[in-house]
């Protein structure tokens, strides 16, 4: 059960973030919890962020900066979990925020269900400060996830496994479970894939834990470069493990094949080159074989599976190349 005030560390990875860094991590420091931990590590930043992050830590002591040589996200935030001292852990972005007092509401969520992990979701907020709510499939009253559930809606691709941002973590629940080092997409699906396979309790809400903002620079919109090859890796991975350990769920771990598939399609607009052209192929062919295995989880999914599956790819390339003026 959770403790009448037990201690939160928020974990924030942090490059190049001198811009962003200082909003988010006041906006936990405006949270009414007074057991706080803010660990916040620069990975190799090469701008202002390492002085910045300084000057802030000398006037709250909650706050503690840890600096090390670039890495990777996946290397800072294991080096946060290894410093993390609290009874509950929450990762953050450093170009986000917290909703305010959400805290406090998911601690009483945690403590009401006495659960695992409290999945919310997040506000959008655009470059011109417009904002929206998530539209996700999520029932508005909390949900239980209960053991294998977790791990099945995971496998069905269910908006709230897509990240470890948006959750509250019982410390236990994570343990020794650390990030693949060294990948740059989808590590931290795979990251909350490998803690939901412990036998856990998970509550999901339609509560707004982040304040999500979108840049251009995201992995959604920017070109295609070899990092987006790790989303095949990591459904790779996921598969080998569910051929291995639950068998009985082998056709949701080729679900999670072919939307690892498709979205390395939708990535591969703009990839030139022989090579591409093969791997291409290659999707296509993976999605066709595996299409009875295919859970849509959203309308966009749903499209472009139609189209690959009617061999209309080259189609649906030249149609998003359009809307995107190119």
Same mark, same amino acid.
């Given at each position: 059960?959770?403790?009448?005030?037990?201690?939160?560390?928020?974990?924030?990875?942090?490059?190049?973030?001198?811009?962003?860094?200082?909003?988010?991590?006041?906006?936990?420091?405006?949270?009414?919890?007074?057991?706080?931990?803010?660990?916040?590590?620069?990975?190799?930043?090469?701008?202002?962020?390492?002085?910045?992050?300084?000057?802030?830590?000398?006037?709250?002591?909650?706050?503690?900066?840890?600096?090390?040589?670039?890495?990777?996200?996946?290397?800072?935030?294991?080096?946060?979990?290894?410093?993390?001292?609290?009874?509950?852990?929450?990762?953050?972005?450093?170009?986000?925020?917290?909703?305010?007092?959400?805290?406090?509401?998911?601690?009483?969520?945690?403590?009401?269900?006495?659960?695992?992990?409290?999945?919310?979701?997040?506000?959008?907020? %655009?470059?011109?400060? *417009?904002?929206?709510?998530? &539209? @996700?499939?999520?029932?508005?009253?909390?949900?239980?996830?209960?053991? #294998? =559930?977790?791990?099945?809606?995971?496998?069905?691709?269910?908006?709230?496994?897509?990240?470890?941002?948006?959750?509250?973590?019982?410390?236990?629940?994570?343990?020794?479970?650390?990030?693949?080092?060294?990948?740059?997409?989808?590590?931290?699906?795979?990251?909350?894939?490998?803690?939901?396979?412990?036998?856990?309790?998970?509550?999901?809400?339609?509560?707004?834990?982040?304040?999500?903002?979108?840049?251009?620079?995201?992995?959604? %919109?920017?070109?295609? *470069?070899?990092?987006?090859? &790790? @989303?095949?890796?990591?459904?790779?991975?996921?598969?080998?493990?569910? #051929? =291995?350990?639950?068998?009985?769920?082998?056709?949701?771990?080729?679900?999670?094949?072919?939307?690892?598939?498709?979205?390395?399609?939708?990535?591969?607009?703009?990839?030139?080159?022989?090579?591409?052209?093969?791997?291409?192929?290659?999707?296509?062919?993976?999605?066709?074989?595996?299409?009875?295995?295919?859970?849509?989880?959203?309308?966009?999914?749903?499209?472009?599976?139609?189209?690959?599956?009617?061999?209309?790819?080259?189609?649906?390339?030249?149609?998003?190349?359009?809307?995107?003026?190119?």
């Amino acid at each position: 059960m959770v403790g009448m005030n037990p201690k939160i560390s928020i974990l924030i990875p942090v490059y190049n973030g001198e811009a962003t860094i200082g909003r988010a991590v006041r906006s936990v420091l405006a949270q009414d919890e007074t057991d706080l931990e803010v660990i916040v590590v620069n990975d190799g930043s090469t701008d202002g962020t390492a002085a910045l992050l300084d000057e802030i830590a000398g006037e709250n002591p909650n706050v503690l900066p840890i600096h090390q040589k670039n890495g990777g996200v996946s290397k800072a935030r294991n080096t946060a979990l290894e410093h993390a001292t609290g009874e509950y852990l929450m990762f953050l972005d450093a170009d986000d925020e917290l909703a305010p007092g959400i805290l406090r509401k998911t601690l009483v969520l945690a403590k009401n269900h006495d659960c695992d992990i409290v999945a919310g979701t997040c506000i959008r907020i %655009r470059p011109d400060g *417009s904002s929206f709510l998530s &539209d @996700m499939p999520i029932a508005e009253v909390p949900t239980i996830w209960q053991g #294998e =559930e977790a791990l099945c809606a995971s496998l069905r691709d269910h908006p709230s496994t897509y990240a470890v941002w948006a959750k509250l973590y019982r410390r236990e629940a994570i343990g020794e479970t650390r990030f693949v080092e060294g990948k740059k997409l989808h590590e931290d699906s795979f990251f909350l894939f490998e803690i939901l396979q412990k036998d856990l309790k998970m509550v999901v809400t339609k509560l707004p834990i982040v304040h999500y903002h979108l840049t251009q620079s995201s992995a959604s %919109r920017a070109a295609f *470069s070899e990092k987006f090859l &790790d @989303m095949l890796y990591f459904a790779q991975r996921k598969l080998e493990i569910i #051929e =291995e350990k639950y068998p009985h769920l082998i056709p949701l771990g080729k679900n999670v094949l072919v939307k690892a598939n498709m979205a390395l399609l939708k990535t591969m607009w703009s990839a030139k080159g022989e090579a591409y052209k093969k791997l291409e192929k290659q999707c296509q062919k993976t999605i066709r074989e595996n299409g009875k295995y295919f859970i849509p989880a959203i309308k966009v999914d749903k499209i472009l599976f139609l189209f690959v599956r009617l061999h209309l790819f080259w189609l649906y390339k030249g149609i998003y190349r359009l809307l995107r003026g190119r």
